[in-house]
């Protein structure tokens, strides 16, 4: 038996295959359900008022629109991207569980996926696309990065039936940010950012395929307006990609993402947009009826009041009707619902929807109030234990009551499944209640709450064993509270893992934030953080941009002589890259004696090897040949296999252009032995790429077949 995920994501299912039954020719499978899920649905914010079910009003032909977008990728097993735009509140959460309520009603199976942004993860590199990875296998912000391997590795065999080889899946979870251990890390085979991109998106997408051969796949995502660069980048390469589905992205977002993208799901038929307006009149009243449909008489007046008040807008609605219920007008204790006459006539609405939520957190006792202002602080989802840190006054008790009553009054929900362990999750019914009550904060309560938090989350990070998928969210609350360097030192690590997975637009976004906190007298960390924008903008070759950074660097008074040979070494990179090789030499030899001066033989080796490589292009063989020795035997002192190998590669090159072949090929056989010491195969391939070119500039064609094909092999396989 193996177990499976039933598809809708309803049960967990064990499948039983080849059975052999009477009177049915040849061997069938078998589905036993061995557990309920009891997951309410993944945003249960969609659900009525008081538990009470309401239907959707007003949004039958979108509806359609959305049925038939599935019906057409399953009919002709084709790709969609559909994004539902509109204002806070409008349905576009609504739209989305009407979605999933009427494929969880198909007969047929469908697999899907869900996925959320929220301001919490704007800043965390592929944060929308892990979370859709992180809900389905289960995996807590606080597992060890050991357990999230084994998540990850049950996770690939339970969707695909089989498990996870050449390191598939550890390799799509590192693309994504997850930590994992050192078996995890040694499964993956590469370090290179943009290698580890191309081939981590492939997987994805290959993944997504292999799904669509056993059933349709849906993939929800909620709140584009707040997801990072690099899963926006990737949807949009999504619509562009070849292949077939079937498969359908649903995606929310507000009209806000078309002012930072102004072509999105524009110029493709893959890719289309579908906008929610507010509701009519006609509508709005027919959902105010639905809300109210337990009052024995409901007067056209309460009617018309709410209609007038919300412009359309359906949250603004029920939350209206929230309101006139804790305000007494209309009596919900009975089976039947009463609507006070006097009290219509009486009662003053507040005009704005963020009023309205402000006088629902003001009928709040005090403690409860001091609770959600506690709860904002953290974000619009949030756990009980970091709120007990931001309100250590109130005893446990009356905590965990509040948070039931403030459940019971529908400004907050319980998620079922908390992300970290050992507290409940909690999220803000909406984005805009938690907005109106962290303006209620009183800023010196909020910094030092946000300080607060920030420790906290820190804390539960370093103890996880994940620190670097935490550090955006640190580095914000530590700004907040008013906290420069803390925040630019965490802003500076996530910056870091970003550009570690080629989210290079997110990476630059968190440095620049680093770089605008730190302070002029912490130099040390200004430079680090520089250095860190310095690789990124050479990754993506913005050349002038990476010699201003170069240049400031340069210009820094008191940084040591490591540092000062670090610029040295990223201005050689610079000098090659732009092709002005008779530059090269004399800044190499500088930095390798700022490195002998510094003690550090891993930047002497550096240096010696860039010294080397210029001298190579001038054609200055003798000289190449020298440097390039002698930082093959620094490298080797110290053990760095990686830059020894590149060291012999380039004497090859040397070596070949004397027309010394047979020293070529021994110096790039042993290159690759080096690479291939550290599992290094992307190194190698261009070490043995580089022999079958040799081979065949020499006539041995069939001698030349084999590392060709090996090498291309790798490269494909690294993307």
């Known amino acids: 038996t193996e177990t499976v995920g039933q598809v809708r994501g309803s049960f967990g299912l064990r499948r039983v295959p080849g059975l052999r039954l009477k009177g049915i020719d040849g061997p069938v499978d078998a589905y036993t359900v061995m557990a309920a899920d009891e997951r309410p649905e993944f945003w249960p914010e969609a659900r009525g008022i008081e538990g009470l079910v309401t239907r959707t009003v007003g949004r039958e032909t979108e509806l359609r629109r959305l049925q038939a977008a599935f019906a057409e990728v399953a009919a002709t097993r084709s790709r969609r991207i559909v994004t539902v735009l509109g204002e806070a509140g409008v349905g576009k959460s609504r739209l989305v569980h009407d979605v999933e309520t009427w494929l969880a009603a198909l007969p047929t199976e469908v697999w899907v996926l869900r996925g959320r942004a929220s301001p919490a993860t704007q800043d965390v590199a592929n944060g929308l696309l892990r979370s859709v990875f992180a809900e389905r296998l289960r995996i807590r912000s606080t597992d060890d990065p050991a357990r999230v391997r084994r998540r ?33 890390r040694a499964a993956v085979g590469t370090t290179d950012p943009e290698t580890l991109r191309r081939r981590g998106s492939g997987l994805v997408l290959t993944l997504l395929e292999r799904l669509g051969e056993r059933a349709p796949v849906v993939v929800l995502l909620e709140d584009l307006h707040w997801a990072d660069a690099a899963s926006l980048n990737s949807l949009q390469d999504l619509a562009a990609a070849p292949g077939q589905g079937p498969l359908l992205v649903l995606a929310t977002t507000r009209p806000v993402l078309l002012e930072q993208r102004a072509d999105w799901g524009a110029g493709t038929e893959v890719h289309e947009r579908v906008r929610l307006a507010p509701l009519g009149d006609q509508h709005a009243r027919a959902l105010v009826q639905e809300l109210l449909q337990r009052a024995d008489r409901v007067p056209a007046r309460l009617v018309q009041l709410i209609v007038d008040t919300a412009d359309g807008n359906p949250f603004y609605l029920e939350e209206l009707v929230k309101w006139l219920i804790e305000e ?248 090659f890259f732009r092709g002005e090789y008779d530059a090269g030499p004399a800044v190499a030899e500088e930095a390798a004696v700022l490195a002998r001066e510094a003690e550090r033989p891993d930047l002497e080796a550096e240096a010696l090897m860039q010294g080397g490589r210029a001298q190579a292009y001038r054609n200055r063989h003798a000289e190449a040949r020298e440097l390039l020795h002698r930082s093959l035997a620094k490298a080797r002192v110290i053990g760095a296999h990686r830059r020894a190998g590149e060291a012999l590669r380039l004497l090859g090159v040397v070596a070949t252009n004397r027309g010394e072949m047979d020293e070529g090929e021994r110096l790039l056989e042993a290159a690759a032995d080096e690479h291939r010491r550290i599992h290094d195969r992307e190194g190698e391939a261009m070490v043995t790429g580089q022999l079958g070119a040799l081979r065949l500039e020499r006539g041995r064609l069939e001698e030349a077949r084999g590392p060709s094909e090996a090498a291309l092999a790798v490269f494909v396989e690294m993307g």
């Not at 089989?162 to 693309?175: C, I, L, N």
């Not at 929807?353 to 506690?374: F, I, K, M, P, T």
């Not at 005893?395 to 507290?423: K, Y």
């Open 152 to 184: 990850w590795a049950g996770g690939w065999y339970e969707l695909l039936g089989e498990p996870s080889t050449g390191g598939r899946a550890e390799t799509v979870a590192t693309w994504l940010g997850f930590a994992l251990d050192d078996e995890g």
């Open 328 to 575: 007494g007008v209309v009596d919900t204790s009975g089976e039947r619902w009463k609507v006070s006459a006097e009290a219509v006539r009486q009662v003053k609405v507040p005009t704005t929807l963020r009023g309205l939520l402000q006088a629902r957190l003001d009928s709040l006792e005090l403690h409860e109030r001091g609770l959600v202002g506690a709860a904002s602080v953290v974000g619009r989802v949030f756990w009980d234990q970091a709120v007990a840190r931001l309100t250590t006054s109130v005893p446990v008790p009356d905590r965990s009551s509040a948070l039931q009553r403030l459940a019971t009054r529908e400004v907050i929900f319980e998620r079922p499944h908390s992300t970290f362990s050992g507290s409940h999750e909690f999220s803000f019914r909406h984005a805009l209640m938690r907005d109106v009550a962290y303006e209620g904060v009183l800023r010196s309560v909020r910094r030092s709450n946000h300080r607060l938090a920030a420790q906290w989350l820190e804390e539960v990070a370093v103890r996880s064993g994940r620190p670097d998928e935490h550090a955006a969210a640190v580095a914000h609350h530590y700004e907040e509270s008013g906290a420069p360097v803390p925040a630019a030192r965490c802003y500076l690590r996530a910056g870091r893992h970003a550009a570690g997975t080629f989210a290079n637009e997110d990476a630059l976004r968190l440095l620049d934030r680093a770089y605008g906190l730190v302070p002029a007298a912490e130099a040390a960390l200004r430079a680090e953080v520089l250095f860190a924008r310095e690789e990124v903008l050479d990754r993506l070759g913005r050349r002038d941009e990476q010699r201003a950074v170069l240049d400031e660097l340069l210009s820094m008074p008191g940084l040591d002589p490591a540092d000062r040979a670090r610029a040295r070494l990223g201005e050689g990179k610079w000098l």
